[in-house]
């Protein structure tokens, strides 16, 4: 079944460390966005690629940096992490189309802790 | 700034009942919202998309959209208790190159 996957599922890690979130897709969609979600501020998107050679910043890039390594495949880094990185991340992805008809599908979701 | 404003509840409900979530958006170039779903703990999925003013009907969901009152949303008939989730308002602006900027959520608890 086509999907979005994303590894860990659950991390934590300790201040000033660097860490990696992945996500890959099987949907053979070509743009793919980084969020994250902490209570009482919704979704935020972080950075966003609508496709391998094209990188954006979102509304919260500092941080965090990213890489599209492949069509399937999005990471996203915290270069060197601290407490209040604490979140849930989310990727997504879309097929370009009409306004209304572009869905973005979510990934299940990691759960990053810094200590 | 761009914003989308819910309010964050709890809205209550009892089975069986329409439930009424609101959503107001900033920016009147906005073309296109969407209402997510989001059980606790699990990722955000799409419920409704509406573009056009005037209401969007899907099953049980009626998507509700005026945009000279910058006001979207979403009737849910004969409330389940399975319906019970954070409900996310999402407008997209800029067009097919623009992005979602998401409201906070409303969460929603249907009563048996």
């Known amino acids: 079944d086509a999907d979005v996957t994303q590894t860990p599922r659950n991390r934590i890690t300790k201040t000033g460390k660097r860490i990696m979130l992945e996500c890959s897709q099987t949907k053979g969609h070509d743009r793919m966005y980084w969020y994250r979600q902490d209570p009482g501020l919704g979704l935020r998107l972080i950075y966003y690629s609508f496709d391998v050679k094209d990188i954006n910043k979102g509304e919260i890039s500092d941080g965090y940096s990213v890489s599209r390594q492949a069509q399937a495949k999005f990471s996203l880094s915290l270069e060197s992490a601290i407490p209040n990185q604490t979140a849930l991340y989310f990727c997504?992805?879309?097929?370009?189309?009409?306004?209304?008809?572009?869905?973005?599908?979510f990934g299940p979701g990691t759960r990053l802790l810094v200590l | 700034q761009k914003e989308v404003e819910q309010n964050s509840g709890p809205l209550s409900v009892p089975e069986g009942a329409i439930a009424s979530l609101n959503c107001t958006y900033s920016d009147r170039v906005s073309q296109s919202f969407f209402w997510y779903r989001q059980y606790s703990g699990k990722s955000p999925e799409l419920i409704m998309s509406i573009y056009s003013n005037g209401d969007k009907e899907d099953g049980r969901f009626t998507a509700q959209l005026n945009k000279a009152s910058q006001y979207v949303s979403l009737l849910i008939r004969d409330s389940q208790p399975s319906d019970s989730a954070t409900y996310l308002c999402a407008v997209r602006y800029g067009g097919s190159q623009g992005n979602l900027i998401f409201g906070k959520g409303t969460k929603l608890s249907v009563k048996p």
């Open positions: 997504a992805t879309s097929l370009p189309g009409a306004p209304d008809q572009e869905t973005q599908y």
